[in-house]
């Protein structure tokens, strides 16, 4: 294998174990756990999210939990900044070709960083809806579906609710709503 390829195949193998957590230093694991004891006191949790962001800033683990911090803050805004972050750093990580050809069914369904990549578009569109960017929200749920036609990181409902949203329907969905799956979506 050439000196690239199994840089790139190590590179991703790091970024797939540390979207679960691993290679995360003990130092900036003991930062999030800290803050995790102090989510109740933001003031004092966020700037240990911040440090162990600063000491491990390619590392998906610190953006996770800043992500977390964020949305369950109701900074949307923040949320949203620190998730268009992590899906630069997933893109780098799965290579520049990544998303030239969907991939594939297994890889959306088992490899940690494809699935990374794609849920982190989906909560991306989902930030867009509430931060009111339809047309952002549009953009990234047309490339999930590119990139996830079987609907494996549940992308399609977001998509649908967009799409009545837009239509100006409101009250219950109908009957023939579909309960997970693209559907007969048109983008």
């Not at 679960?20 to 240990?48: C, D, K, M, T, Y």
């Not at 969907?102 to 959306?108: H, L, M, R, T, V």
């Not at 952002?136 to 590119?146: I, K, P, S, T, V």
Request: proline share 7%; net charge negative.
């Amino acid at each position: 294998m050439p000196a690239d390829s199994l840089r790139f195949a190590n590179d991703l193998a790091a970024f797939a174990d540390g979207a679960i957590g691993g290679g995360l230093s003990p130092q900036v694991n003991a930062l999030i756990a800290q803050a995790g004891e102090l989510r109740h006191l933001p003031q004092q949790a966020l700037p240990l999210l911040e440090q162990a962001r600063a000491a491990a800033p390619r590392h998906p683990a610190p953006l996770i939990a800043l992500y977390r911090f964020y949305f369950y803050g109701h900074q949307l805004a923040e949320a949203r900044a620190v998730g268009e972050d992590a899906l630069a750093i997933a893109r780098t990580a799965l290579g520049p070709s990544f998303g030239d050809v969907p991939p594939g069914d297994e890889a959306a369904r088992h490899d940690a960083a494809v699935r990374f990549y794609l849920f982190t578009l989906k909560g991306l569109a989902y930030l867009n809806m509430r931060l009111g960017d339809m047309h952002e929200a549009r953009l990234m749920l047309n490339a999930l579906h590119r990139l996830d036609p079987q609907d494996h990181v549940g992308g399609a409902l977001l998509f649908h609710v967009l799409t009545r949203h837009e239509k100006g329907e409101t009250g219950e969905a109908p009957a023939a709503y579909p309960v997970r799956g693209w559907g007969t979506v048109s983008l």
